[in-house]
Every structure is written in structure tokens, then in C-alpha cells.
Nanobody, 119 residues
Framework: QVQLVESGGGLVQLGGSLRLSCAAS???????????MGWYRQGPGKQRELVAT???????NYADSVKGRFTISRNNAKNTLYLQMNSLKPEDTAVYYC??????????WGQGTQVTVSS
């Protein structure tokens, strides 16, 4: 089992920045099994959507809506995933969730952290 805990959310003004973190914990075997990780978000009245993903090797993928503004990164030695969010817009307001996938079919989610962007 892997536990994911997000942090770094909060209230920010239009054009501001936030850095989200997601700390993974669990057994050594479970942590080593983690492959791709990602950030997803769910805005008010909306379905959960992909924000960005990153593989173990560092290959990244972004939703078109965040390209050029958000940067996903990970520190495998610290078992931590990050999301640097710049030039934030009101439409970025959502609960942001961390996700970890494994090649064994196990998939884990964090509890989410609220990001609110005011205009």
C-alpha cells in the first residue's frame, strides 16, 4: 500500500503562483513499484481531469489548458511529486489530487488539496 499526502494548496490572486507537493509513503516494495505519477483536478461542478503526468524517467505530459504555466517534477529519492503553478487563473480553481500508478494494477490517490484563485 502507498499513502499519498498533498500539501501546498491555498488562496491566491489572479496571476499568482503556488507549488503543490505530494509525499508518498509505504513499504519499500510499494514505493519502488510506483511508475508514472500525476496531478488531476476537479473544479466545482466538473469532472476530474488530468493536469499533468510524469514517468519515472522524467517524461512529462500536460493538459493544453496548463501548458506553459504549470511544471510537474518529482524527486524519486524523496518519494515526492511537485506541481509548480504560475500565472494562475480563476478557472484553475479546483481540488488537486495526486495519483501514483504501478505496473501491477495498483493505483493510488491522495485526499486532495484545494486551490482557489480569486480575480
Amino acid at each position: 500500500q502507498v499513502q499519498l499526502v498533498e500539501s501546498g494548496g491555498g488562496l491566491v490572486q489572479l496571476g499568482g503562483s503556488l507549488r503543490l507537493s505530494c509525499a508518498a509513503s509505504g513499504s519499500v516494495f510499494s514505493l519502488k513499484a510506483i511508475g508514472a505519477m500525476g496531478w488531476y483536478r476537479q473544479g466545482p461542478g466538473k469532472q476530474r481531469e488530468l493536469v499533468a503526468t510524469i514517468t519515472n524517467g522524467g517524461s512529462t505530459n500536460y493538459a493544453d489548458s496548463v501548458k506553459g504555466r504549470f511544471t510537474i517534477s518529482r524527486n524519486n529519492a524523496k518519494n515526492t511529486l511537485y506541481l509548480q503553478m504560475n500565472s494562475l487563473k480563476p478557472e484553475d480553481t479546483a481540488v488537486y489530487y495526486c495519483n501514483a500508478d504501478t505496473p501491477y494494477g495498483w493505483n493510488y490517490w491522495g485526499q486532495g488539496t484545494q486551490v482557489t484563485v480569486s480575480s
